[in-house]
């Protein structure tokens, strides 16, 4: 309850924070279950910036009556807004932040990362996901401006990884949110309406990013942090409240090597292992790859036994891209291996005895069913492999899994493992050419959920 004394006072500041606050609070128990997207157009940038986005925005409460509005939608907010830091309700009369108090806007230093998405926001924007993301950009309405997350004043972000964008500014002090593009040129928002009509390609903020947003009114936004002493560096991963993008229930990664991490010399290494690199291996700076040219001499070697004794089960992670030039009908393109002659751990993608495309070394020969990839494009490559284990063996290519499976019943073979191709002089090469960007393994299989989430966070799109 507000004393009849302080009404006034409570309404003038209301309209002073929230002058947008519309006066049907998302929480409010008769608020409608879905709101139409035509319906919120004038009012909200859509997670999806079709051609017109850029004429959309909220509009500005410009008559007296809706000033008045905004008065009771924010006394409603009061009893409904959430601290985005600390979870919990506040009132308007505790926000005392610099960003309410007129102070200048300090710096901040965001850090995206778009390595993960979640499988029901990859679901509903289906279109958006089939070309490669490009770049990252912060949409924003500062404090007490009457710009609305317009898309010409989109503040572009740096990449610093894969799919990890970094930006520190001074320009960021209110409502903000992420904005991907693709290299098609489409552009998705993770901010925007709470609700959203059931025929839409949008999943609305308010199903996967509750817990870090604030609802005002029927739209939802992050907000630069209004707690004291709030650390200047803002972590997030895209359309989540996580601030590093995990994959769900992972199997634990024993060895996990990313190519854009190189910084020079012989070796491919970070603080789990090390690789040694091939006098012929070169290093693609524009791809962040290694490329491998066939040849022995090409080879990376890894002093790691991934052999069934020590690793019962084990799954093991591929990202590769074939040259243009690779002749499948002349190598056997064996990707990575440990093998010494009795078909050991591999990931094959061209030998005819395995039917000519994808396929695993499984201690004997089998079809898998897969063709071999398609040369001059990034692929993700998996295999898992489960000793002894009925039908438990199987490969995936870009996030599908093999059409049929095998059981595994592997020798020891080789202490070390190559990249590449195997070692050792052949009749007929076992070997790829073309570049490598990932290498990774880990203890345990792979579900298919997993498989498919594995090849969304991995997949190199340079």
Excluded at 56 to 61: F, G, N, V, W, Y
Excluded at 114 to 136: C, E, G, M, Q, Y
Excluded at 328 to 349: E, K, P, T
Aim: hydrophobic share 35%; with cysteine.
């Amino acid at each position: 309850a507000v004393a009849p004394g302080n009404r006034g006072q409570l309404a003038r500041r209301a309209r002073h924070l929230y002058p947008h606050v519309p006066t049907a609070h998302r929480d409010a128990p008769n608020a409608p279950e879905r709101v139409a997207m035509a319906d919120t157009r004038d009012e909200s940038t859509p997670l999806v910036a079709r051609d017109d986005a850029t004429a959309t925005r909220r509009a500005r409460l410009t008559s007296a009556a809706r000033r008045a509005a905004a008065v009771v939608g924010a006394l409603a907010c009061a009893l409904g807004c959430y601290d985005v830091v600390s979870g919990r309700a506040f009132s308007l009369g505790t926000i005392t932040n610099w960003a309410f108090a007129g102070v200048e806007s300090p710096s901040l230093t965001f850090t995206l990362d778009a390595s993960w998405i979640a499988k029901d926001v990859r679901a509903a924007n289906k279109v958006f996901f089939t070309s490669p993301l490009s770049k990252a950009f912060i949409v924003k309405h500062n404090f007490g401006s009457s710009s609305f997350f317009k898309e010409e004043e989109r503040i572009p972000m740096t990449r610093v990884g894969l799919r990890k964008w970094m930006l520190t500014t001074t320009s960021v002090n209110y409502e903000y949110g992420f904005m991907l593009e693709n290299e098609a040129g489409e552009k998705l928002r993770e901010i925007g309406p709470a609700y959203v009509g059931t025929t839409g390609d949008v999943v609305a903020p308010s199903k996967f990013m509750k817990d870090c947003t604030v609802a005002f009114g029927k739209y939802r936004n992050r907000l630069v942090s209004q707690k004291t002493g709030a650390s200047s560096n803002i972590k997030a991963c895209f359309a989540s409240c996580d601030e590093d993008c995990v994959l769900p229930d992972a199997p634990k990664p024993i060895g996990m090597l990313d190519a854009s991490d190189y910084t020079g010399g012989s070796k491919w290494s970070n603080s789990q292992f090390s690789c040694a690199l091939g006098s012929e291996t070169t290093y693609d700076q524009a791809s962040k790859s290694f490329y491998i040219s066939g040849t022995q001499n090409s080879l990376i070697i890894c002093p790691h036994d991934i052999g069934p004794k020590k690793h019962p089960d084990i799954t093991i992670e591929v990202v590769f891209k074939l040259d243009p030039t690779f002749d499948a009908a002349s190598s056997y393109g064996w990707i990575f291996g440990h093998d010494n002659g009795g078909y050991d751990r591999s990931f094959i993608i061209s030998d005819e005895r395995f039917g000519g495309g994808v396929a695993s070394g499984v201690g004997g020969v089998y079809n898998s069913g897969m063709p071999t990839p398609t040369k001059g494009v990034w692929h993700h490559g998996l295999a898992v492999f489960r000793q002894g284990v009925k039908d438990g063996s199987y490969t995936a290519l870009d996030g599908v899994r093999s059409p049929r499976r095998a059981t595994a019943n592997n020798n020891e073979g080789l202490p070390n493992f190559s990249i590449g191709g195997l070692v050792g002089i052949r009749s007929i090469p076992h070997s790829m050419k073309g570049y490598i960007r990932y290498f990774n393994f880990y203890e345990g299989a792979l579900s298919e959920d997993q498989i498919e989430a594995m090849y969304v966070k991995n997949t190199p799109w340079p």
